[in-house]
């Protein structure tokens, strides 16, 4: 996958899973975002990232968007 969108209620985490997705992020956010668009830690209002994979997919890049995180449950 290039972009991996994570659901963040009320938001979504992006994060670069190849380096073309990466590319495709730095043609979009300024170079001041770009160390937090590669460490994943970025997010947006779901109505900005679901215009943002919208035109990611045009583009050609892959995308899944994928239910939130949870944290593992140590036993």
Do not use: N
């Amino acid at each position: 996958m290039d972009l991996c969108l994570y659901s963040s209620s009320p938001s979504i985490r992006l994060r670069p899973g190849t380096i073309h997705g990466m590319l495709w992020l730095q043609i979009h956010f300024e170079a001041e975002h770009w160390d937090l668009l590669a460490d994943g830690l970025v997010t947006l209002p779901t109505a900005d990232a679901e215009a943002l994979r919208h035109d990611a997919i045009a583009a050609g890049l892959q995308v899944s968007q994928l239910p939130a995180l949870s944290a593992t449950k140590r036993i």
